[in-house]
Structure formats: structure tokens, C-alpha cells
């Protein structure tokens, strides 16, 4: 891996490096670990992609549970805020979207997203404006509170399968799944073996158009149940 070269203001340090900061430390933590994950992420390994001193990291974060703070608030700052004065329907169905398409970026980030416990500027700015959201399309507080976990729970779940998956689409999906109900001991397993052969093995299977349509499947349950909660 390429190392990115930073000012360490250490004697004999390369001139012409940009400066180390605090910023600098984070986006290159997102980019190793969007490489090598987050769980092989250490200190030691962060220094070298920053050819720097693993002891210059300490003078701008004070350790690993930092860093991994500042990743998840720059994966936050990434997703799309529900535009403002949008439906809230059209505005939510664009920030799961996005929300999508990053986690997809940072295929690390799903099981971390709601369990920091100093969360940054962007984490809380994001939760404002979901929350802000639903409340001004006329949800209540407790049916926004529904709302909102249920879509993190569907948008962190999808993403988790997905990025498990071995493959999504195309031949490389097709191959794997023909392999798999070739191994299977004919007619053990009917229902399998149809799904696979009349969905999954069928051209332009794409295993990601399943979020859209759970997404507009909870979306309109969210208006019914928002519409029940909110009375004539």
C-alpha cells in the first residue's frame, strides 16, 4: 500500500508533507479500513499508511476508540440530510438511498453506526434532520421514534447482508448459485430450487433491487400507520 506522506514535525521530517492533523488521521483510517476492515484497523498500521510515527497519531487523538468516533461521524457526514421542504416521504426515500450507497462504500461502518457513545457533529447533525423530518411531515413523537428505527434497522440490515454476500449480480452471481443447487441432492429441496432457477438465474438479477422494494414497503406502512396515529 502506497503511503501518504504527512508532516510529522519530527526531526528530519519531509518538508513538503502536509501537515498531520486530526482530520488527516481520520480520512486515512476510513480509507485503510474501507481496504483492510475495521477489525485488523491498529494504530501501528494507521502510522505506516501515514508514514509517520505511531506515537505522532497520540498527539492529535488519544487512542483507537477515537479514531474509530471520528470514522463513523465522517461515514455520517457522507449521507444525504432529507432535504428540506421536500415531502417527508421523498425526502427520507433519498436519504436511506444515499445512507445505502455509502455503507456500500464503507462496507466496515454497518455494525458501528449507533454504538458510539461520543457521537460527532455530523452523527448529531444527521439525527436532527431525520428527526426534524418526520416531525414536520406530522408525525408524532412516538410514531417517530417507530419510524426511525425501523428504517436504520432495514437500511444497517440490508447492508450488512449485502456486503456478506459473495456475490450480488450478474455471471458471477449466476454461477455461484447454479454451483450451490448442483451440490443439492435433486428434488430434496423444490422450493429452493425453483427460487434459484426462476428469480435468481434469470437475466438481470440484481440482488439489490430487493432494498427498494423493502424500502417502499415500509415507507407506505409508515404514512397508513403515521395517518392511524395522527386521526382525521
Wanted: proline share 7%; aromatic share 8%; hydrophobic share 45%.
Amino acid at each position: 500500500m502506497t503511503a501518504i506522506p504527512e508532516t510529522t514535525g519530527e526531526p528530519g521530517g519531509v518538508a513538503n508533507r502536509p501537515a498531520l492533523t486530526r482530520d488527516r488521521i481520520i480520512q486515512r483510517a476510513v480509507a485503510l479500513a474501507d481496504v483492510i476492515g475495521v477489525d485488523a484497523l491498529t494504530i501501528r498500521k494507521l502510522a505506516v499508511a501515514l508514514d509517520v510515527k505511531p506515537m505522532s497519531i497520540y498527539h492529535y487523538v488519544p487512542g483507537r476508540e477515537a479514531i474509530l468516533d471520528g470514522m463513523v461521524d465522517v461515514v455520517f457526514s457522507e449521507i444525504d440530510l432529507p432535504p428540506v421542504g421536500a415531502h417527508w416521504k421523498a425526502a427520507i426515500r433519498q436519504r436511506a438511498t444515499s445512507a445505502r450507497a455509502v455503507l456500500l462504500r464503507h462496507r466496515w461502518a454497518a455494525p458501528l453506526m449507533e454504538s458510539r457513545t461520543s457521537p460527532g457533529p455530523a452523527t448529531l447533525r444527521h439525527h436532527d434532520a431525520v428527526l426534524g423530518c418526520f416531525r414536520t411531515g406530522g408525525f408524532p413523537v412516538e410514531m417517530t421514534a417507530h419510524a426511525y428505527a425501523l428504517l436504520d434497522a432495514f437500511i444497517y440490515g440490508f447492508a450488512l447482508q449485502e456486503a456478506s454476500l459473495p456475490a450480488t449480480t450478474g455471471e458471477e452471481m449466476a454461477s455461484l448459485a447454479q454451483a450451490m443447487t448442483e451440490s443439492m441432492p435433486a428434488g430434496d429441496y423444490p422450493n429452493l430450487e425453483e427460487f434459484t432457477r426462476e428469480h435468481v438465474l434469470q437475466p438481470g438479477y440484481d440482488f439489490g433491487q430487493e432494498f427498494e422494494f423493502g424500502l417502499e414497503l415500509i415507507l407506505d406502512g409508515l404514512e397508513a400507520a403515521a395517518g392511524q396515529a395522527t386521526g382525521p
